[in-house]
């Protein structure tokens, strides 16, 4: 293709704005990789860096118009493995070995420029005509990688994002090659994926959460819908548990499953669970103004809080914005939350119970550290998940059932059971000694004010 000067090639006028703000992105990478062409690359291996593998890769595609291009991203399971159990010169051998797997690619095949975006993670771009050659490419790197004896084998993943008709950038592509590459990472059969339509929904999907929420906090489509907790014997209501709810205006009523986890993604959770905090300690805080008897409403605290330095604060300057005391709020919290930083976890633990907070384990029976966690602190209670209450026509499922209640007992710990849906699930829970229950059988989440009807009722009938 003959080249034009960048003055040329930049069109003002309105019609081409957007082809103009493509160049003025190329241009500003290009002078932040000439400004710093000693931090272009990475330092162990010289690939070049993320910032100027897209600028290379932008004006690639734009001196091609006519060509497909390909991203492959790829990330190493565990890395972390080979540095604890081969040493950190080990570690770096690798990592050198597979940058050349990766460069000789860049030294060989036109139109084609790498980079390492972090220890184990690199990307490839490249022109191509068949997508058979990504697929190859793959396979070579994979088996150089194989091929490569270490003491400790690892596990490379592949995601792959081509370019459609539509212009894209580099950077969206390598963002899509990247969540393929995720979609298979550690599976030891699946060498590579290829972002595909079903990614892109969910994708698009998550954007969305993204672009709507801060709106939907502000106009206050997000609530608190609270479901009833109950003692089976008796039937009386004992406390409720906060979930939240996003009433949104064209999707209507949306549940947490859809949204949390994308706001777990990025942070975001952290204020809706404040919001939502908010609403409960609002709400507990005109049952004592009314003058009628609390109940412990629990409030849900995502994993993301074990990195929130602030957590204890925020919450005891609720009880104290409120007066509502710190026992009518405990806390879920997942077992997930002490994967991430379980000492900081633990310490927030000890600060929250001091200042007078219940802790209930959330979801327990479905993470990894549940046993480990029971004998090294206290919970003051155990929510025990649907799971231990699905199949229970099966006597393998009753006994798990059986043996796991008796156990929490024993060990002294209240426990509550999740999910009960049937008569059956209620009369087997019952004779395991747990009395006490949240599930569809009895109610379903309901906004506060339904919840308020419910407990006015038991007041009268007191
Ligand atoms: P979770 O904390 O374990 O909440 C219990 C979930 O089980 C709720 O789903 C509830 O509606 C559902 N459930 C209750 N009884 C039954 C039953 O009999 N059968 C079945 N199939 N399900 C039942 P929901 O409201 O969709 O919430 C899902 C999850 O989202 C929650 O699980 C929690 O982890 C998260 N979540 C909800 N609200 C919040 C929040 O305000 N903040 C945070 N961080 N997470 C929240
Ligand atoms: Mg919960
Ligand atoms: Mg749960």
Same mark, same amino acid.
């Given at each position: 293709?003959?080249?034009? &000067? ?38 162990? &291996? ?23 291009? @390909? ?19 080990? @570690? ?37 005509? +068949? +997508?058979? !050659? ?38 969206? %592509? ?35 959460? #993204? ?107 609720? &009880? !104290? ?62 929510? %025990? ?7 229970? +026509? ?27 849906? &049937? *008569? *059956? ?7 395991? @000694? ?14 506060? +004010? !339904? ?8 007041? #009268?009938?007191?």
């Amino acid at each position: 293709m003959e080249h034009k &000067t960048r003055e040329e090639v930049i069109d003002h006028s309105p019609q081409n704005t957007e082809k103009a703000s493509g160049e003025l992105y190329l241009e500003s990478l290009r002078r932040m990789a000439e400004h710093n062409k000693e931090a272009s690359r990475y330092p162990l &291996t010289g690939l070049y860096n993320m910032r100027t593998f897209f600028y290379l890769s932008s004006e690639l595609m734009q001196q091609n118009p006519k060509s497909s291009f @390909g991203v492959i991203a790829m990330d190493i399971a565990q890395f972390k493995s080979v540095n604890e159990f081969c040493g950190r010169s080990e @570690g770096d051998r690798m990592l050198k070995y597979i940058a050349d797997c990766f460069r000789y690619y860049e030294d060989n095949r036109p139109k084609t420029c790498v980079c390492q975006v972090r220890a184990d993670n690199f990307c490839l771009f490249t022109a191509f005509e +068949e +997508e058979q !050659e990504l697929v190859d490419i793959v396979q070579d790197i994979r088996a150089k990688i194989d091929e490569f004896s270490f003491a400790y084998r690892v596990l490379p993943s592949f995601g792959i994002c081509t370019s459609e008709k539509e212009q894209t950038s580099v950077s969206y %592509m390598k963002d899509c090659a990247t969540i393929a590459m995720q979609s298979i990472k550690g599976k030891f059969f699946a060498e590579y994926a290829f972002f595909d339509d079903e990614m892109r929904k969910q994708m698009l999907r998550e954007k969305q959460v #993204e672009n709507d929420i801060v709106a939907a906090l502000k106009n206050g489509e997000l609530t608190a819908f609270i479901q009833p907790k109950v003692n089976m014997r008796t039937g009386r209501i004992i406390g409720g548990e906060a979930l939240v709810r996003w009433r949104h205006p064209e999707r209507g009523l949306i549940s947490p499953g859809v949204f949390v986890p994308v706001l777990e993604k990025n942070g975001f959770i952290i204020n809706v669970d404040r919001y939502i905090w908010e609403q409960i300690f609002s709400y507990l805080s005109r049952l004592k103004q009314e003058g009628r008897p609390l109940v412990p409403i629990s409030i849900n605290v995502s994993r993301v809080h074990a990195y929130d330095k602030h957590l204890c604060d925020t919450l005891v300057e609720l &009880t !104290e914005k409120y007066d509502v005391p710190a026992e009518y709020a405990p806390l879920e919290l997942t077992e997930s939350a002490f994967l991430e930083d379980e000492a900081g976890m633990f310490q927030r633990m000890k600060k929250l119970r001091d200042r007078g907070f219940k802790i209930a384990m959330d979801d327990f029976g479905t993470g990894y550290s549940t046993m480990y966690m029971l004998k090294s602190q206290n919970m003051d209670e155990v929510k %025990m998940d649907r799971i231990f209450i699905l199949d229970l +026509e099966d006597e393998k499922s009753q006994i798990v059932l059986k043996y796991t209640t008796a156990m929490l007992l024993a060990l002294g710990s209240k426990i509550i059971m999740e999910g009960i849906e &049937t *008569e *059956e699930q209620k009369k087997l829970v019952l004779e395991c @000694g747990c009395e006490n229950a949240q599930g569809f059988l009895f109610y379903k989440p309901m906004p506060i +004010e !339904e919840f308020d009807e419910l407990l006015r009722k038991q007041e #009268e009938a007191q």
